[in-house]
């Protein structure tokens, strides 16, 4: 039987129809409440990278189209990173902007580290500063890494049952793995994390209930390692031989085994952008009292 399409499309279309309703209310704030307030997000990109240069160009229109301001700031490639962290300094003293976000990767010259950390924790609208994945930690997060945050809403949206729950997360990035594997514990699963070194993958997939692709691997999970009815989110971005975008899931094998499962694309994708939007929504919510 064929698994049910869990359609990222669909679902950040609402999301988003309802950041734009509370962006609307947000502007709309009358003086005895403090007055309107618009959402902002600063958008930096340094270099050339032509898949930044996409992604930002996106986020800036998502922010458009719900009534966030954004600014784009360009910089040349060999910008140095004293100049970033300055640009960055005026940012935070910026009331207009709530959110930043640099685009990653950055050049080699520059310590990505650093600058993610000199981002204001109360602007971090990625969720990638320290104080922020230690929120997440505890258990009282503030921003939540997007894509993540997102896999989370969709998961929610489906109906899975994460409490008591086995779920395997295949990679640990920062950005991905580790923040996954963090959100699905806090809401009861019994999570596993699963990386290059891991003996016997399949061992271990097979036992999930909420399986979570994050590699970059096309086909890397089969339909021979998944649970009957499992839940699988494919996070993976990947080009086929085809020159098409794919994921990290043997989509046609393994929708005919799983309950549930994402596409790619339409699936993690859609959910990553509308959750900056989120992200940055909410940090004006928050700053607006
Ligand atoms: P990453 O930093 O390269 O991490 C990949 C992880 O996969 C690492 O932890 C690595 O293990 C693990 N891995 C590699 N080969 C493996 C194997 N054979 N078996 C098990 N684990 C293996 O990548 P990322 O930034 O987390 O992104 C992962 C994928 O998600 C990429 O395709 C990326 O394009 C995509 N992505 C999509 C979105 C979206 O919005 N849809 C957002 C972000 C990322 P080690 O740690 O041991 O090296």
Do not use: W
């Not at 060999?78 to 685009?103: C, F, M, P």
């Not at 489906?158 to 991905?176: P, W």
């Not at 890397?220 to 080009?239: E, F, Q, S």
């Not at 994921?247 to 952008?273: C, L, N, S, Y």
């Amino acid at each position: 039987m064929s698994a049910r399409l869990i359609d990222g499309n669909a679902l950040a279309r609402s999301i988003r129809d309802d950041v734009a309703r509370r962006v609307a209310a947000l502007a709309a704030r009358p003086a005895c409440a403090g007055g309107p307030v618009v959402p902002g997000l600063a958008v930096v990109l340094v270099g050339e990278d032509a898949a930044s240069a996409v992604y930002v160009r996106n986020k800036v229109k998502d922010c458009g189209e719900v009534g966030i301001a954004s600014t784009l700031d360009r910089l040349p490639a060999d910008t140095s990173e004293a100049t970033l962290l300055a640009r960055i300094a005026e940012l935070n003293a910026d009331t207009k902007v709530h959110g930043i976000l640099v685009q990653l990767p950055l050049p080699q010259h520059i310590d990505a580290h650093r600058v993610i950390e000199a981002i204001s924790p109360a602007k971090d609208a990625d969720g990638f500063h320290v104080g922020n994945v230690g929120q997440l930690v505890v258990g009282r997060p503030l921003f939540r890494p997007c894509t993540p945050y997102g896999v989370m809403r969709m998961l929610e949206h489906a109906g899975t049952r994460l409490d008591g729950a086995e779920a395997v997360v295949i990679g640990r990035s920062n950005i991905v793995g580790k923040p996954q594997a963090l959100m699905l514990l806090a809401a009861g699963a019994t999570v596993t994390i699963c990386h290059s070194r891991t003996k016997d993958l399949a061992a271990h997939t097979r036992r999930a209930d909420v399986l979570v692709a994050a590699v970059g691997r096309p086909n890397l999970v089969t339909a021979d390692m998944v649970k009957p009815g499992a839940t699988v989110i494919d996070v993976g971005m990947n080009r086929g031989a085809d020159g098409k975008l794919c994921g990290d899931v043997d989509f046609a094998g393994v929708r005919e085994v799983a309950g549930a499962i994402t596409p790619v694309p339409g699936g993690v994708g859609p959910m990553t952008r509308a959750m900056l939007l989120v992200n940055t929504l909410e940090a004006a919510e928050r700053s607006a009292g």
